[in-house]
T-cell receptor, first 112, second 115 residues
């Protein structure tokens, strides 16, 4: 089993719909991240969490929210999806020292 | 602000050639890690190599090596004896060790190895 698991792998949704992307990890890491990948822009940070009670906005948090349900689970929600949120989304974890980040397989989200 | 810049959106070389991918970064911190990640068509993010900023010696991993110039804030990746399986997107990234640790990525370089 993968250390970091994202569900779903692919999703097509309609404009205005609420959608949740889920991430779970078995690494035992406290630090979890949500990134968005767009062509030519690399990976940009949406939200990050250093423990269950600590949630922080990244550089592109508008239109997104997150929930850290447990140390192992970190969900990303789009309250009202819009087409320019079409992208590849990654969840990642890291240890306290940030020596390495472990990524999920990514969720390809298409908003039509 | 902490930023990473990869100035080569795309590169293409012949199999067995050596290729160098460029990366520059900006931070006021002195203690950080630098990374190169590979993303093949499967879209999985794979760590290729890591460099600790406090180490002067350049990191190497088999055919992959880096040229780390701390004063110039430059961190290039050299791939020797390139193989078809090296075809992928490559991302440069860094993370500051103290404080709010956010892994910051560059825009990526799409590398194609031709047979």
């Amino acid at each position: 089993d993968a250390d970091v698991t994202q569900t779903p792998r692919n999703r097509i949704t309609k404009t205005g719909k609420r959608i949740m992307l889920e991430c779970s990890q078995t690494k035992g890491h406290d630090r979890m991240y949500w990134y968005r990948q767009d062509p030519g822009l690399g990976l940009r940070l949406i939200y990050y969490s250093f423990d269950v009670k600590d949630i922080n906005k990244g550089e592109i948090s508008d239109g997104y929210s997150v929930s850290r349900q447990a140390q192992a689970k970190f969900s990303l929600s789009l309250e009202s999806a819009i087409p320019n949120q079409t992208a590849l989304y990654f969840c990642a974890t890291s240890d306290f020292y940030g020596t390495e980040a472990f990524f999920g397989q990514g969720t390809r989200l298409t908003v039509v | 602000a902490q930023t990473v810049t990869q100035s080569q959106p795309e590169m293409s070389v012949q199999e067995a050639e050596t290729v160098t991918l460029s990366c520059t970064y900006d931070t006021s911190e002195s203690n950080y890690y630098l990374f190169w990640y590979k993303q093949p068509p499967s879209r999985q993010m794979i760590l290729v190599i890591r460099q600790e900023a406090y180490k002067q010696q350049n990191a190497t991993e088999n055919r992959f090596s880096v040229n780390f110039q701390k004063a110039a804030k430059s961190f290039s990746l050299k791939i020797s004896d390139s193989q078809l399986g090296d075809t992928a997107m490559y991302f440069c990234a860094f993370i500051v060790i103290q404080g709010a640790q956010k892994l910051v990525f560059g825009q990526g370089t799409r590398l194609t190895i031709n047979p």
